[in-house]
């Protein structure tokens, strides 16, 4: 059984950084592929950036240049580090992992395991 643990969460001030952290527990860490998924009230969720077992990665445009998504296979530990946080960047953070190749990098019904979440509010 594969389990997603996230913190790091919190409030910050618009231009502010904080660091996600999703400890993996149950399978082979490197043998999935890993991402960071966003819901902010009232929209859909959405993919915010993502890495797989060879360490390629894929951000949303409305991220990019700002956080950068990275995995500790040695402590099982996937890390999202956002700076330059703006308020649009509020939302419920959840990592997610798939157990095979994904069709798409933010294709969420490839990814099989979900995390908790941990809230992002960022205030101007």
């Known amino acids: 059984q594969v389990q997603l643990v996230e913190s790091g969460g919190g409030s910050v001030q618009a231009g502010g950084s904080l660091r996600l952290s999703c400890a993996v527990s149950g399978y082979t860490y490197s043998s999935y592929s890993m991402g960071w998924f966003r819901q902010a009230p009232g929209k859909e969720r959405e993919g915010v950036a993502a890495?797989?077992?060879?360490?390629?990665?894929s951000y949303a445009d409305s991220v990019k240049g700002r956080f950068t998504i990275s995995q500790d296979n040695a402590k099982n530990t996937l890390y999202l580090q956002m700076n330059s946080l703006k308020p649009e960047d509020t939302a419920m953070y959840y990592c997610a992992a798939a157990t095979s190749l994904v069709s798409s990098w933010f294709q969420q019904a490839d990814y099989n395991s979900w995390g908790q979440g941990t809230q992002v509010t960022v205030s101007s």
């Open positions: 890495i797989d077992r060879d360490g390629s990665t």
